[in-house]
């Protein structure tokens, strides 16, 4: 059975192509990303233009590299939500008018769910046991869930502030080092002290929620504090190289000791041993290490997403779509997005 994916909820358009659910047979994507790096941020009206702009070239690409039709489609499965609501509109209106163009079957797809479902296309695939906890932690979300099947994965925590991606992204702009903050950070706390600065550590009322804003205002005064001139774009500020490594490696760790915590402490509360990790964070390698880590030290398998299918992607939608599609379930063309 061959799956076409589409996934347009943020920056990233993409479109895959899957057999069975787990073997890729072709994927483009192409991001935004570059339009929006000087707003230190995504801006909405942008990304759901150039979502526009570019799907209809990457599904002619898609079957001159693949080798197939679209008439070889026998099923199409696209992201409602959560996402930004232009984006979004335009992968459903493409996937609603290619699967009555070709008459095939629709599934609507959650796209945190299409996150954790990116484990599943790795090579650890057969060694992962139901139920496990999934940690989706992305540029937009940051999320707990319990999964018996992918059916009705259940939310156990979520973020009550900044997403995890977000925050990595927002204090990369506090010091100037460009977007996204999340790679740079990671970069420059490898040759930094994780324990050069004490970050405090985030406390929720839920202990399986996160909030990361708490640590941002913490970096904040830091910098300030020692007499810097933190200005609305921070254009002008000049930090020591030394102390900038330094405060990447302290606040990525404070941050990644909260993702971990959590997780293993969701284990422990739902008595399962396994955690898949997905989301744009996931490539990070201190956090893959240090959960690792932690988590032997507990008995806890930890299995991550591929690096190369943990920021947004169509595959995962796609394989996702498969099993919905084989648990049942199939969308009308009055198929709805939702933006959280
Ligand atoms: O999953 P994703 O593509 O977008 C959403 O669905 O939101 O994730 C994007 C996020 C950004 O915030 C980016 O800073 C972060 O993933 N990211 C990283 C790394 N690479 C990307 N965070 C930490 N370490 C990285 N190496
Ligand atoms: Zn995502």
């Not at 459903?92 to 296309?121: E, Q, W």
């Not at 925590?157 to 977007?179: H, I, M, P, Q």
């Amino acid at each position: 059975m061959n799956i076409l994916g589409i996934e347009t909820s943020c920056d990233e358009t993409s479109l895959s192509l899957i057999k069975d659910g787990e073997k890729i047979l072709n994927q483009q994507t192409s991001s935004s990303l570059r339009y929006h790096r000087k707003y230190g941020g995504v801006v909405p009206e942008i990304a759901s233009r150039m979502h526009l702009e570019v799907i209809g070239f990457l599904f002619e690409v898609l079957w001159k590299q693949s080798g197939l039709t679209p008439k070889d489609i026998n099923l199409v499965a696209v992201t409602t939500g959560p996402g930004l609501l232009g984006s979004l509109l335009v992968g459903v209106c493409f996937a609603k008018a290619i699967s009555y163009a070709l008459d095939v079957s629709l599934v609507g797809v959650n796209h945190l769910h299409g996150h954790l479902y990116a484990v599943f296309l790795g090579e650890e695939r057969k060694k992962i046991k139901f139920p496990f906890i999934g940690l989706v932690v992305s540029g937009g979300h940051t999320c707990l869930f319990y999964v018996r099947d992918f059916l009705e994965p259940y939310l156990l925590g979520s973020t009550l502030d900044d997403a995890c991606g977000e925050v990595l992204d927002k204090v990369a702009r506090v010091l100037n080092l460009g977007y996204p903050g999340g790679p740079i950070i990671e970069r420059l706390a490898r040759k930094g002290n994780p324990k050069g600065i004490h970050f405090n550590p985030i406390k929720t009322k839920n202990p399986l929620d996160f909030s990361f804003s708490g640590v941002k205002t913490a970096v904040l005064y830091y910098l300030k504090q020692r007499g810097y001139k933190i200005d609305s774009l921070s254009k002008s500020i000049k930090v020591p190289l030394g102390l900038i490594r330094d405060i990447c490696a302290s606040f990525q760790e404070v941050v990644f000791d909260s993702l971990i915590e959590k997780s293993l402490l969701a284990c422990k509360l739902k008595k399962v041993d396994t955690v898949v990790v997905g989301g744009g964070v996931a490539i990070n390698n201190r956090l893959r290490e240090k959960f690792f880590i932690s988590a032997k030290k507990e008995k806890i398998k930890v299995y991550f997403s591929p690096p190369q299918l943990c920021l947004d992607n169509a595959s995962m939608i796609a394989g996702l779509g498969y099993i919905l599609f084989k648990f049942g379930k199939r969308d009308s063309f009055t198929l709805k997005i939702h933006t959280d």
